[in-house]
């Protein structure tokens, strides 16, 4: 293997770790951000039940 081979074929090696890198490093941002999505959703839906409970004390209060 000459030195233009060897260098053509390291530059092939280097390519694929840096695309397997970036890769891996979308799944995670991907994860997440996934993740965050769920947090939020959840937090919301806490917070709806919280205003419901709210609004029920109050018709109860105003009611009586």
């Not at 053509?8 to 994860?31: C, F, L, P, R």
């Not at 947090?39 to 209060?61: I, L, N």
């Amino acid at each position: 293997m000459d030195n233009s081979t060897k260098a053509s074929y390291n530059a092939g090696q280097v390519k694929g770790q840096a695309q397997e890198k970036s890769s891996q490093v979308m799944d995670k941002i991907s994860n997440t951000a996934q993740s965050a999505k769920d947090s939020m959703q959840e937090a919301g839906q806490q917070m709806k039940a919280k205003a419901q409970g709210a609004a029920d004390a109050v018709k109860d209060s105003v009611n009586k």
